[in-house]
């Protein structure tokens, strides 16, 4: 197994990388086709935007200077927040679209919960679903109630749960909730935005198998069936990030990372952001 051949199987039947390259503040068309042409050399087929990021444009241009097939990439998109209720969110993909200059995503997410238009967006997704503009639909950032309030009216539930996920949160019991809900938990900033790389403890396990900090908290990430977008726009690190596939850590040393937990977000709170309807 290697980065290029490890997929899950969606609830709906997709199959989805088990490793992607996030895109975040990933800026400039220079910048965006010297990352993902990195990015697609070193095997990374899942490529992860957002029309919060604003360079969709150069995502979908960067496919097209380098000759990437579309068949042989999936790409996930999120509607913003701003662009959420029924209507809106139809027009904001097809807008997406245009930028990324496909005719459809593989994985389109609700970026953020909000209250203002819970239901309405979802309904879209899934009408969305029906009309070919996304093969499957998700969310982001959504907690163990956004999703048990969303069941109470949707006719499908989400295929991904795209949450903030590293050993500083770990997020125990929306892991187990999604996994017995068919739900794929994906990890945005799985290396918490540097704040645990420096943890004595990673160092030590690293230290064993003769690997890097942020490689044994990815590899803590694959063997816990999680899935996860590492971002960088260093060739080295980006080919680093995906050379995790040769080493195994113990239960001893998984249940050592685990212990790092103590609740530490580096983004928002979702339940505010679902309360004000932005991200405050």
Known sequence: MDIQTNYLKLADGNQMPQEGFGLYKVDGQKVMNQSIKAAYEAGYRLFDTAQLYGNEQEVGTAFKELG?????????????EANQGYDQAIQSVKESLKKLQMDHVDLLLIHWPIERAFFETWRAFEDMKKAGLTRSIGVSNYQMIHLQYLVTKAHEMPVVDQIELHPLLTQKPLLKFNHNHQIITQAWSPLGRGAVLGKEVLKQIGAVHHKSTAQVILRWH???GVAFIPKSVHTARIQQ???IYDFTLSP???AQIDQLNNYQRTGREPELTYEYDHQY
């Open 222 to 224: 694959l063997q816990n």
């Open 241 to 243: 990030n995906a050379d």
């Open 68 to 80: 990437i097939p579309r068949d042989q990439i999936f790409v996930t998109t999120k509607v913003a």
């Open 252 to 254: 001893a040393e998984m």
